[in-house]
């Protein structure tokens, strides 16, 4: 399985980014999707989970309200939307279907002023 995670960046408090996630190597359409952060001197942590056709969605407390997952299954591509942007959600953000264990290089998203 491979990931490649894209469209971070720099962006102010109260900001939004979209996030995508190219998965090749598997069947997509059968594993259930996550998007992880890792801030600087923690460890990794789920943010958001997607069912296999999309029907139904989880999210970390700190993600409710604020972030949305989707995925296409035509593209492989798992969506995260990020709004309400705040500097604690400065982390590298990862994709990875549930149960995998090889990550991808994750993309940085950083929230300052």
Do not use: H
């Not at 491979?2 to 996630?21: A, K």
């Not at 139904?56 to 035509?74: H, L």
């Not at 500097?87 to 290089?105: F, I, S």
């Amino acid at each position: 399985a491979q990931f490649v995670e894209s469209g971070g960046g720099l962006v102010q408090p109260g900001g939004s980014l979209r996030l995508s996630c190219a998965a090749s190597g598997f069947t997509f359409s059968s594993y259930v999707m996550r998007w992880y952060r890792q801030a600087p001197g923690k460890e990794r942590e789920l943010v958001a989970g997607i069912s296999i056709i999309g029907g139904s969605t989880d999210y970390a407390d700190s993600a409710k309200g604020r972030f949305t997952i989707s995925r296409d299954n035509s593209k492989n591509t798992v969506y995260l939307q990020m709004n309400s942007l705040k500097p604690e959600d400065t982390a590298v953000y990862y994709c990875n279907r549930a149960g995998g264990t090889l990550w991808g290089q994750g993309t940085q998203v950083t929230v300052s002023s």
